[in-house]
């Protein structure tokens, strides 16, 4: 007690009154009246603690309950975790308004918010009106939700968003069963987007993966919602969601795969086209098809399990599954599509509206040349070591009808017909033989096939044997090499290579000896085209294959005039070299290439270490020309123009000519023997001084070119002399 009071320093005053008496009253546990098992034990006997009997007993402080302080702590921490989280629920509010309010202060503004023009597209017909192909985004004509088969729409809801007509834009439920079905399969199995959040990626924002455009995703889908109803938003996605391939929308999509339109699709057809939505490039029916019809049969199962269709009508489906259709030219005519891309700026300038090109392209004739070029490939290519093929055909008018680029398009989009250019061999001989015509000498001109060596240079024959004197019409049909380049050393390289410009080539042209073999590079399709005026009687022509182009709605935009580039070969010279290069298909190296029932003339080619094979022929009616080779230039196994290019052209020929009236090639009707003799006498006897080392033709001047004396024999005939005059003067005037 001394001790606690020596603690305490402070005196303890007496009491008195109510207060004091009861100051000192203490109850134990013995007052308290227990009942049953609730009595305490009794507790521990305590050591008793001296005192002094002096002092008065300690005050004690009344202690408090345990329960109302562990009430007292739960209250407080409890107040303190909704304090805490009220403060970051409030903080987490203003990041989600402040992420929203940037991602939609990245979107365009508000007033350029609606619904965008379509992509031009670029619609190539051929001359029946077909539809060969479609350039851009293939966009079909928009249709109404109204004019479609009623389970066409219900098959898009069914496996894309089946609460389409409850949510407001976006779906929190489908939201949250995607993120589940995606963390059950470890990845992104399953997507969450609805039709509208679809329709507003597609119309407004890219295809990245981002969380900032999944959330102007969602604020264009709202806003979407509350423009337009239901039925107008699932319309627009309908025209507007992408199938593959290049199609836009459910009718571009119908006409692409089942070449009909989206108002008579069937069931099967629906289910397979919103099948695609999810990859429509992987799911492609045309190129996938197994893919395409197991994403059909998920789709069926969709519909009944949202009660749109039965069981009944589901298998119904399945058992008949879509069938894709073919396209007219399908493959190879996307070479002349690619053509067409590469000339419209040229002919309209930019595009900013859907167009239709209308082509000299003839389907038929266009299918005709793909088998031609493919299966002849196929069945050859590999004994002749042959991997590419071209095959250009076109009109008198230089009108093209059947463009083939490449054995497959799918594998290749280079266009051997257009942009690849070769040395075309002996097919440029015909160039050569119609200088050497307007300076002077006819078919029956006689010249020396003999070795002949210019400056070290020593051309050879395809056999390796000379045949002595020979007309030019032997020469040119048994394609003499040395007999060529005889003609090249008297007439001038230079003239030779204006002869060709003049007809039509526009490649660049060496001027020099060996361009009587044709190593200069030139296109199929300009070959073919310098071919042309040796048909149509020596008008000269452009090679085209765009007539018409003009919006949908009707307005011309461009029509093709008639070319004006007049005359470019003599009528008479038409006819001599027409009757020298019909002879190369009756005897010479084309003897393979006869059409039954008409008159055809060409000149088939080979170029060096048989790296091209060359055949150009035509009739009245159609100038077709064939190449065959490989695109890294490699030589071929012997592969010439007399063989495989002739067999091409004539399978394609011989069908294309079916049921066409017969018409033939203006010719030549052959000069007096007398002038033939006296031609081969001088070639014989008569040698002039300036032949080269074992040729007889007379070497030209220093600057490669020829000018014959004005009063002598290369001066054409006037017109009222007459063809007769014209070999009069030639048989006396002096031969060349």
Do not use: C
Not at 13 to 29: D, H, I, T, W
């Amino acid at each position: 007690m001394a001790l606690r009071r020596k603690k305490s320093g402070v005196r303890k005053e007496p009491q008195f009154g109510l207060g004091a008496s009861l100051a000192e009253l203490r109850l134990s546990l013995e007052d308290r009246i227990w009942t049953g098992e609730s009595k305490p034990k009794k507790p521990a006997p305590k050591r008793p603690v001296e005192d002094d009997d002096d002092d008065p007993p300690p005050e004690r402080k009344p202690r408090a309950s345990r329960s109302g302080s562990k009430r007292r702590s739960r209250r407080i921490n409890v107040g303190r975790l909704l304090y805490w989280g009220a403060v970051l629920g409030l903080w987490a509010a203003i990041a989600v308004v402040g992420v929203v309010v940037w991602a939609g202060a990245h979107l365009p503004p508000i007033q350029s918010l609606e619904i965008p023009k379509r992509p031009p597209t670029i619609q190539i017909v051929g001359i029946d009106g077909t539809v060969l192909a479609t350039r851009g985004e293939m966009a079909g004509a928009n249709i109404a939700l109204k004019d479609l088969p009623p389970y066409l729409p219900k098959a898009f809801i069914a496996i894309e968003d089946r609460r389409f007509y409850s949510h407001f834009g976006i779906d929190p439920w489908g939201i949250l069963r995607a993120a589940v079905t995606n963390l059950l399969h470890h990845g992104v199995s399953q997507g969450g987007s609805t039709l509208t959040q679809q329709l507003a990626k597609n119309l407004f924002l890219t295809q990245e993966r981002t969380i900032t455009r999944k959330l102007q995703e969602a604020e264009l889908a709202i806003w979407l919602e509350r423009k337009y109803s239901k039925n107008e938003i699932l319309e627009l996605y309908l025209n507007r969601v992408y199938f593959g391939d290049g199609a836009y929308g459910v009718e571009a999509a119908a006409q692409r795969y089942f070449g009909k339109s989206a108002r008579h699709l069937s069931l099967a057809e629906a289910a397979m086209l919103a099948g695609l939505v999810k990859s429509p490039s992987r799911l492609a029916p045309n190129r996938n098809p197994e893919g395409a019809a197991k994403r059909a049969k998920t789709v069926l199962g969709a519909m009944v399990e949202a009660k749109f269709i039965t069981e009944a009508q589901a298998q119904a489906a399945g058992a008949h599954p879509a069938a894709t259709v073919k396209p007219a030219g399908a493959g190879t005519i996307n070479y002349v599509a690619d053509w067409i891309g590469e000339v419209l700026d040229d002919l309209v300038g930019q595009i900013d509206q859907d167009i239709v090109v209308e082509t000299s392209i003839d389907p038929k004739l266009q299918n005709l040349a793909e088998s031609a070029v493919i299966d002849e490939l196929a069945a050859k290519s590999v004994r002749f070591n042959v991997s590419q093929g071209a095959l250009v055909a076109m009109t008198p008018d230089g009108a093209i009808r059947a463009m083939v680029g490449g054995r497959n398009y799918a594998e290749s989009q280079y266009n051997r017909a257009v942009t690849a250019k070769r040395q075309p061999g002996s097919a440029f001989k015909p160039f050569v033989y119609l200088t050497a015509l307007e300076a002077g000498l006819t078919p029956d001109s006689v010249r020396q096939d003999a070795p002949i060596n210019i400056r070290g240079w020593k051309p050879e024959n395809f056999e390796h044997e000379y045949l002595g004197p020979v007309t030019l019409t032997q020469a040119l049909s048994m394609s003499l090499n040395t007999v060529a380049v005889r003609l090249v050393q008297e007439v001038g390289a230079a003239n030779v290579v204006r002869t060709a410009h003049r007809l039509g080539i526009a490649s660049k042209l060496e001027p020099n000896a060996s361009i009587a073999l044709g190593t200069s590079e030139v296109s199929l399709t300009e070959l073919v085209g310098a071919y042309v005026p040796f048909a149509n009687g020596g008008q000269g022509i452009t090679p085209h294959v765009v007539l018409k182009i003009r919006t949908t709605s009707g307005k011309l935009l461009y029509a093709r005039q008639p070319d004006q580039l007049g005359q470019v070969i003599d009528p008479r010279n038409v006819a001599m070299m027409n009757t020298m290069m019909e002879e190369t298909l009756l005897s010479g190296t084309a003897r393979k290439g006869e059409i039954p029932g008409w008159t055809a003339a060409g000149k088939t080619g080979t170029s060096q270490d048989f790296r091209d094979a060359w055949f150009i022929g035509y009739t009245p009616y159609l100038i077709t020309g064939v190449w065959l080779g490989n695109d890294d230039n490699s030589p071929t196994k012997k592969a010439t123009g007399g063989g495989l290019p002739v067999e091409v052209w004539a399978r394609f020929m011989r069908a294309a000519h079916q049921g066409v009236p017969v018409a033939a090639l203006p010719t030549w009707q052959g000069s007096d023997p007398l002038s033939n003799l006296a031609q081969a006498a001088s070639q014989v006897s008569a040698p002039t001084p300036t032949t080269t080392q074992a040729g007889m033709a007379p070497m030209s001047p220093p600057n490669g070119t020829y000018r014959p004396q004005p009063s002598r024999s290369a001066v054409r005939p006037e017109a009222d002399s007459g063809l007769d005059g014209w070999l009069i003067q030639r048989l006396f005037g002096g031969s060349r």
